[in-house]
C-alpha cells in the first residue's frame, strides 16, 4: 500500500515536472488578428527566443516571400474595415505594424490601442506585426484582400 502511495506521487511529480519544463520551453506567444467579427490567420515570420533548454534565433525571407512561398490566400476584408490585434501575453513596449508594399519596403502603419484600419482601396495587403517580451522578440504575417 505505502509502495503504491510513493508511485503515484512519484508519478504526479514527474508529469508536474514535465508539465512546467513544456511551459518555460513555450515558443513566441502567437497573436489573435480579428476583423469584423473572424480571426485573420497569421505566420510565423523571423524571431528569437530563448528557454530553459535553449536560445533560437530564426531568420525568415520577407513577409511578402513568406506569403507567396506557403501559397496564403488573403483573407476578404471590406474597405476601411478595423483589425484589432491581441495576445494572451501582450507585448512590453506595445505592437509594431508595418505594410509591406515590396519584398524591401515597408510603410509603417498608425495603431492605436492594437487596432488600425485596412485601405479604402481594393487590393491586396501583406502586415507584419512584431512584439518584444522578457524572452525575446517575434513578428507575424498576415494577407488581406479589401473587396
Not at 497573436?31 to 490567420?41: C, D, I, S, Y
Amino acid at each position: 500500500m505505502r509502495s503504491l502511495k510513493i508511485k503515484i506521487i512519484s508519478m504526479l511529480f514527474i508529469i508536474a515536472l514535465i508539465w512546467m519544463i513544456m511551459l518555460h520551453n513555450a515558443g513566441p506567444p502567437k497573436p489573435v488578428v480579428l476583423t469584423e467579427g473572424k480571426e485573420v490567420p497569421t505566420v510565423q515570420g523571423t524571431y528569437c527566443w530563448r528557454n530553459i533548454i535553449n536560445n533560437e534565433c530564426v531568420d525568415k525571407i520577407s513577409p511578402p516571400e513568406i506569403i507567396a512561398n506557403k501559397k496564403i490566400v488573403p483573407f476578404s476584408v471590406s474597405p476601411q474595415s478595423e483589425i484589432k490585434i491581441s495576445f494572451k501575453k501582450p507585448p512590453i513596449d506595445g505592437i509594431e505594424v508595418d505594410k509591406w508594399l515590396s519584398s524591401d519596403e515597408i510603410e509603417l502603419v498608425k495603431v492605436k490601442d492594437n487596432v488600425f484600419s485596412v485601405p479604402k482601396e481594393k487590393g491586396t495587403y501583406i502586415y507584419s506585426i512584431s512584439g518584444r517580451w522578457d524572452k525575446g522578440g517575434s513578428s507575424y504575417i498576415f494577407a488581406i484582400e479589401v473587396k
